[in-house]
Every structure is written in C-alpha cells, then in structure tokens.
C-alpha cells in the first residue's frame, strides 16, 4: 500500500506524500480536455490563439497512465493495471515509428479524429508530437519497472522523460519553436508533473536517495543541483538574446567569458559551501570521538579509552627496557555517600575527587574513570621511582581529604580514598597491570582504609611486599 510507507527522512517523506495529487491532477487534465473536444471548447486544449494544441490521444494516455498508477497504489486490479500499461506503450511506441517511417498509423487510436483533422487543414498545430510520445513512452516504462520493483531503472527512464517537458519549457522561455515543436506548454507541464509523481515511488533509490538526503552530502548536492541548473539557462538566455541585437561572433565571445565567470563562481560557491559542512562534520566526529573516549560525568578518559592507550604505553615501555607505574584508586565507603545524601551529592563526590586527581598528575599521564567510584592512572614517564609513584599516591590521597561536598563532608567527615600502586615490570599488558594493583587496592582497603599501598619490587618477581 502507498501511503504505508515508514519516512526515515523529511524530504523522502514529502516527495512520497506528494506523488498521488501529482497523479491526480495529470488525471484531472486528461480528462478535462477529453471533454473540452466533446464539448467543442477550444480554449482548453489550445490555451493560446493559434499556439500548440493538445491531442486528445496525448491526454487519452495522460488518463489510463495515471489510472494504473492509482490501481498499483491501492494494490488492486493487477490485471487491468498491466493491460492499461501495455496500451498506452504500445500507442506511443506506435506514434514514435510513425516518425521514423514517416507514416501516421497513430491516426487508427485518435479520438476525434474529425476534429483534429479539422485543425491540422487550417493550419493550427494539433497531432501528439514525437516529443509527447517519447515522454509517455519512457514515463510509462518507468512505472512499469517500478511495479517490477526496479527501482534503479524506473528512475533513469523517468529522468529520461523528464528531459522532453523541459525542452519544451527552455523554448517557450527563450522564444526558439525548434526546442519544443508541437508540444503545447500546458501538455509539458502536466506531463512534467505526471513524471515526477513516478518518480516519487523511487525516492528511496539512486540518485533521488542521495539528492533527499537529510545529511551533508545531500544538502551539498542539492545546492550543487541548483546552481548548476540556474548558470546554464542563464547563459542560454544571455546567449539567445545576444545574438538578436549583435552578430554571432560577438555573441560567442561573451558568452565564452560569462561561461567561465559563472563556473568560477560555481566552484567557488561550492568550495565554501563544501567547506562549512566540512567543518560541522568535522566538529560532529570530535564529538563522537570525544564521547566515545570520555566518562561525562568526570570528563576523565573512560575505560576504553584507558585500555587502548594503556597498552600502548606499555608497549612503548618494554621497547625502552623501563617500566611504568600504575594506580588504582577506590573512593572509600562511597555507597554511604548515595545511600545518605542521594545520588546528586554523589555525582559531585566523584566530579570533585576526579578535578583533584587529574590536577596530581602530568598532562601526559593517563587517568580515566574505570567503575563506579574507581579511577585508574597510569604514570607514563618511564624515570618514575617507586619512591616517586608513593609521593604521587600519597599527594592524591591528601588533596582528596581536603575535598568541600556540600550536604556531606561538614556533616559525616572528610573523603577519603584507598589506592594501590604497582609497576608494569611484570605486566605486558593494562588488564594485567591493573590486576596487580588490585591486590593492592585490596590489601590497603583491608587496612583501615585511607590509604596508600605500593608493591615491592623484588629481583626475583616470587615475593610482593606492601608498604
């Protein structure tokens, strides 16, 4: 069903929306000047004295075109909606070898044929133009490849189409007959609208996907559409209007010099254009990268981050034949802290003891939030002691006892936090470093808390000593 459809874009959504009244009113023409023959009213399907007019077998067509489009959309009447397609191909395949044999079989499948052959002995213009019949002939295929659902194919034959009806316009708007031979304005422009409501099925395909895309591609492009549709009929206007107060040569080297002035600016316009989006997708993957590499709340580094920066570090390490030293810290008894004064008081808790641990160490140093109320930081410079790492820890466990929460520490004490602390000389990787220190996290929260634990570095590697 056609108006089931799931919009995952605005634009696709409109276009989808939009395809049944185009339909509707290249019906309602059709129909309209079928009448206006039977009714002898002239002025509708000749809208201008003596201008094209249009045939009663173009709007015959528009009608049993538009009706099997309504039966596919309604997903009934697969038989007749295939029987009218196959009508109106084989009309206009027969009008287009009419032009090419030079005979006028098509005559056989017009409708007031007295009329029309009233017209054409006066003078006036009134036959389906090669120009109309190819128009229909690819609109029709196109719909017939979309109910084959190909989309791909139905587009490219309804853009084909769509050349024909704007030939038709570029002529009128210019004054040059030759453009649009016996294709009245009118006949273009419902066919124009006949055409881009096929096409409407297609949007979800090809180029028309890419076109309507809500991203920078698609909005870059649809600029790009613009522009490079307006500098080309402004140069043929030029060019066309030139070469009737001016010789031919004259004409052609202004319309050489504006050429390449307007392509100039078409470039130049799209550079900039291009560059803006650019820049706002620029800035969108920082973003992305940022958020994907930092706890919010903290604004640390979050755990992956620390892992695979982590392991780089220590890579970098055992290249140089030195070691790093690692810390984990645990806020003590930090439940207490959501329990009592709620999870707000808490998430400013955790803000606090990050800005002071990150503000203990180097810019170059590696500190993230890995858990709840756990942090981690990897000192990176490879000449730390293990004198040098307690200095460190013990500064870190100190500043947080001088943490202000408002609503716990003047009520229930101070912050306070345990840390253990160990090298990476027996640990080729973060997740094996950080195990270490929690052994020694471990045994330093056994021991009243508060404070700070360091693995001993023994010659041997068979004995750990804590201090």
Same mark, same amino acid.
């Given at each position: ?79 007749? &909606?295939? /029987? @009218? ?11 287009? /070898? ?8 098509? $005559? ?8 029309? &052959? ?36 139905? &587009? ?42 096929? /096409? ?64 100039? @600016? ?6 900039? $254009? ?43 390490? $055992? ?13 003590? $008894? ?97 997740? &094996?470093? /950080? ?33």
């Amino acid at each position: 069903m056609l108006f089931n459809f799931k919009p995952s874009w605005s634009h696709v959504a409109i276009i989808k929306a939009v395809s049944i009244p185009l339909g509707t009113v290249a019906a309602v023409f059709g129909l309209l000047v079928l009448l206006s023959y039977y009714l002898k009213l002239e002025f509708i399907y000749r809208p201008l004295v003596n201008g094209p007019a249009t045939n009663p077998l173009t709007a015959l067509c528009f009608f049993l075109l538009v009706y099997a489009i309504f039966t596919n959309a309604i997903g009934k009447n697969f038989l007749i &909606q295939k /029987l @009218l397609v196959i009508v109106v191909i084989t009309i206009t395949g027969v009008r287009i /070898l009419d032009a090419y044999f030079d005979t006028h079989v098509y $005559y056989v499948f017009t409708p007031f044929q007295h009329m029309v &052959q009233l017209d054409l002995e006066s003078g006036k213009q009134n036959a389906m133009g090669v120009n109309t019949a190819i128009k229909l002939f690819f609109a029709t295929l196109s719909f017939f490849f979309h109910t084959l659902e190909r989309p791909l194919i139905a &587009q490219t034959l309804g853009f084909a189409a769509l050349f024909f009806p704007t030939m038709t316009f570029v002529g009128v708007a210019y004054g040059e007959s030759v453009f649009y031979g016996q294709m009245s304005l009118i006949t273009a422009t419902i066919g124009y609208t006949l055409v881009l409501g096929i /096409l409407a099925f297609t949007v979800e395909s090809g180029l028309l996907r890419a076109l309507l895309s809500p991203h920078i591609g698609g909005k870059f492009s649809r600029y790009q559409v613009v522009i490079g549709i307006s500098i080309p009929v402004f140069l043929g206007y030029l060019f066309i209007k030139t070469i009737q107060v001016s010789d031919i040569q004259n004409a052609f080297g202004l319309f050489v010099i504006t050429l390449c002035w307007l392509i100039f @600016l078409l470039v130049g316009i799209s550079a900039i $254009y291009h560059e803006k989006l650019d820049h706002e997708r620029r800035n969108m993957e920082k973003e992305l990268i940022e958020a994907a590499n930092v706890d919010p709340l903290t604004q640390l580094y979050n755990r992956r981050k620390f892992f695979k920066d982590g392991n780089r570090e220590i890579k970098r390490s $055992y290249r140089s034949k030195k070691f790093l030293w690692l810390m984990m810290i645990d806020i003590d $008894y930090f439940k207490k802290v959501n329990d009592i004064a709620g999870h707000d008081t808490g998430d400013k808790a955790l803000a606090a003891v990050a800005k002071a641990i990150k503000s203990s160490v180097r810019e170059t140093d590696l500190v993230a939030r890995i858990g709840g109320e756990e942090f981690a930081i990897l000192l990176t410079d490879t000449d730390y002691t293990r004198d040098a790492a307690h200095r460190v820890a013990v500064s870190i466990r100190q500043i947080v006892e001088k943490i202000y929460i408002p609503g716990w520490t003047a009520k229930h004490g101070p912050l306070t936090v345990s840390i253990g602390v160990t090298s990476t000389r027996t640990a080729s990787t973060i997740e &094996q470093a /950080l195990k270490n220190a929690d052994k020694s996290l471990y045994h330093a929260k056994n021991d009243e808390r508060n404070k700070v634990m360091v693995e001993e570095l023994d010659t041997d590697f068979n004995k750990h000593g804590f201090v």
